[in-house]
């Protein structure tokens, strides 16, 4: 009876690297690379700045970096406004669409800083309160209840920037953005198939 539960674990393990085989190598690559920066180590947790978070996730939220929150959108055929920039010469971007996608970098960075400092303050403070010995379930629920909602404001600022960022573009750029992030063999998504059928860069 007890070996059943091992064959389970092995029988899943099994499948799950089938899948992942499955996977187009750039996509896995590109996935795992984003989540090799959202992936919270232990170890490299215990001796960061605020236990509990470690230190490139903090870094990120400083530098009002994505840090994993807008992998909906952009796993999705959504893409970033700082990876577009970075391929706007492989893209063919044009001088409109440069400007444009710069504009909404250039007003979400500020406002991810803003919040990811925020975030960090209330994270420090709840590290404390435990470290201290001074917190209770009701100075708990608080603590939470303030740092849920400035992640969702947060949250809320990145994947706003790609719902806009994939307007600007037209369904073909959109594909071969997918194709040089890796996320896909360049089928167009159903938004890019019903929402942007007559879009046209700007020159």
Do not use: C, W
């Amino acid at each position: 009876m007890q070996k059943q539960p091992m064959k389970l674990i092995t029988l899943a393990a099994t499948v799950f690297f089938i899948i992942l085989m499955a996977i187009a190598p750039a996509s896995r690559q590109a996935i795992a690379q984003e989540v090799a920066t959202t992936t919270l180590s232990a170890y490299d947790a215990i001796d960061s700045e605020i236990k509990g978070i470690d230190p490139t996730t903090i870094d990120a939220y400083r530098k009002g970096e994505g840090a994993g929150l807008a992998l909906p959108a952009e796993l999705n055929g959504y893409p970033g406004p700082r990876h577009v920039l970075d391929l706007a010469d492989k893209l063919s971007l044009t001088t409109m669409q440069r400007a444009q996608i710069q504009a909404l970098y250039n007003a979400m960075k500020p406002q991810a800083i803003a919040l990811g400092t925020q975030l960090l303050g209330k994270e420090a403070a709840l590290e404390k309160g435990f470290h201290d010995g001074t917190l209770d379930e009701q100075t708990l629920q608080a603590s939470l209840s303030e740092i849920g909602t400035i992640q969702t404001q947060l949250q809320f600022v990145h994947l706003r920037t790609h719902l806009a960022t994939v307007k600007i573009l037209t369904p073909q750029q959109v594909m071969l953005y997918n194709q040089l992030r890796g996320y896909a063999s360049g089928t167009l998504h159903a938004h890019d198939q019903m929402q942007m059928p007559t879009a046209q860069p700007t020159p």
